[in-house]
């Protein structure tokens, strides 16, 4: 029996990423140390977040760390720091110093036995890559649920394709919910690479494609069961990234599959509403564009036309908003984001009489980025927004006055665009006697010149 | 009908094999810039700009 103890525990030993087994079984932990504390001290260089770890997995007393003598309090501590090492670890793998400082975590605390989930998914954004396949000959027989998915090309030592990891991804919600998890972790903890974003992004992105077509059923409430079910799976995820602070790629990745979710998840409004809201409370400069397209998309998917109020303002804030819309327009279709702006800003003016939107408003008016049929709806707001305020909002008449005077110069506008408003006030069901003598302003004459 | 749709819902219609050949390009830590990738994914969902 003690034999087989002996034959086992040299079989454990010589699981190495770096040595072939029969070096790695003769080996004593004081080498290995020795010889894995070089790539250790080239990361502290690189990195002097890795200098951390030195008083925990680079001690010397790490040397005689048995796992198996540790109490369960002591292994869930040492699991802390190995999962902590690790993210710090991920942008790293391709060199080699980081490879020898992982082989210490394995020959001594062994981590592919006891940290099994997250090592694989360390590595798994370089599964092309010959060390990931050394990996996979070094796991135990039995491996996480999740990633069971892996026994074929563990048996057979070939390459793991990435359509096999979506297969998976789009089958067993753990694992896609490990993989994101891990994502997030890395990202809160500021030890994300662009490498792993854009991996996540795109498992994540074919997954969710794959889900919603796997959900598509002839019958309604059973394909909105389905939808509402994934949306529940990957709505907190998307949720978190999308305001993820200080990380824009993470938050351009959540764009990214929040447009797949809501192009083909038939969201309703209110789940739409609400990755509106998310992602113009986690923007910021950097990622303004992107949002901004994202934006346009789902409000492509919303009947609602009208912005929230949390949407309007932010879209306030940016820059030079209607000629961005109007850039953006040129490969996707912008035209509902502006008009719905344009509503809440009118929307905004009737009730509350804050005229600050109108230059706007008229900017999004004459960009003509706007369909006919929303210049018209527009206009014909525009000119009972008058009627609409009231003595209390605008008790000295100001307001009013400034906005006849501007309906005046929007009238008077060039192009093709003044057409369409011109012929959109002509044809608004408004008495115009009434209005401007209510704006103390002349807007027929505009009129009279066009017929 | 000012409440009228100015134009009908569709649900995007992408293969997925469409969808996949973005991320197929390279591995990942050879793959361009995240926001590329938005913006050719965003290609493929977001409806045709039309002439106002």
């Known amino acids: 029996r003690s034999t087989l103890n002996t034959k086992a525990l040299k079989a454990a030993h010589s699981k190495s990423l770096i040595f072939e087994p029969r070096v790695a079984a003769g080996q004593t932990f004081a080498e290995i140390y020795t010889l894995c504390r070089d790539g250790f001290e080239e990361l502290c260089h690189l990195d002097p977040r890795f200098a951390y770890f030195n008083n925990s997995l680079w001690s010397d007393q790490s040397q005689e760390q048995d796992r198996t003598q540790m109490t369960k309090d002591e292994n869930a501590a040492l699991d802390k720091h190995i999962e902590a090492f690790l993210h710090l670890c991920g942008s790293r793998l391709r060199l080699m110093p980081a490879i020898k400082a992982i082989e210490w975590l394995i020959r001594r605390f062994r981590i592919h036995e006891f940290n099994t989930a997250v090592l694989i998914t360390t590595f798994l954004p370089y599964h092309t890559t010959p060390v990931f396949m050394t990996l996979l000959s070094i796991l135990p027989s039995e491996l996480p649920v999740e990633y069971r998915f892996l026994y074929p090309y563990i048996k057979s030592l070939t390459a793991l394709p990435r359509a096999a990891i979506v297969t998976q991804a789009t089958n067993s919600p753990n694992f896609l919910s490990g993989l994101s998890q891990y994502t997030l972790e890395s990202c809160r903890t500021k030890q994300e690479y662009p490498a792993l974003i854009s991996f996540w992004a795109g498992i994540t992105a074919e997954a969710v494609n794959r889900m919603l077509d796997k959900g598509r059923s002839g019958r309604r409430a059973i394909q909105t069961q389905n939808n509402l079910a994934l949306l529940q799976e990957i709505g907190p995820v998307l949720s978190d990234a999308m305001v993820m602070k200080d990380v824009p790629g993470l938050r351009i990745a959540s764009y990214m599959i929040v447009t797949i979710l809501a192009s083909k998840g038939n969201l309703g409004d209110e789940a739409l509403r609400s990755f509106m809201d998310q992602l113009v409370l986690g923007w910021t400069p950097d990622t303004h564009k992107t949002g901004l397209v994202c934006l346009c998309i789902l409000s492509q998917f919303r009947s609602a036309k009208q912005l929230s109020a949390r949407v309007t303002k932010a879209l306030l804030k940016v820059p030079e908003i209607a000629a961005t819309l109007s850039e953006i327009n040129k490969d996707y279709r912008a035209d509902r984001l502006a008009n719905g702006l344009a509503l809440a800003l009118v929307d905004r003016l009737s009730k509350k009489g804050d005229i600050r939107g109108l230059p706007v408003v008229k900017s999004l008016l004459v960009s003509e980025l706007l369909q006919k049929k929303q210049v018209k709806v527009l206009c014909g707001m525009l000119l009972v927004a008058p009627f609409r305020v009231n003595d209390e909002v605008d008790p000295d008449g100001q307001i009013r006055k400034e906005l006849g005077s501007w309906l005046v110069s929007l009238s008077q506008a060039g192009g093709n665009a003044g057409d369409s408003i011109r012929a959109a006030i002509k044809d608004a069901d408004v008495d115009i006697d009434e209005l401007e003598l209510k704006l103390g302003t002349s807007i027929r004459p505009t009129l009279a010149i066009e017929d | ?52």
């Open chain 2, 1 to 52: 009908d000012a409440e009228m749709e100015d134009y009908d819902i569709h649900q995007a219609v992408v293969a997925p094999q469409h969808l996949a050949d973005i991320f197929n390009t390279a591995p990942a830590f050879a793959m361009p810039p995240i926001e590329d990738l938005f913006y050719q994914v965003a290609g493929l969902f977001s409806a045709k700009p039309t002439k106002a």
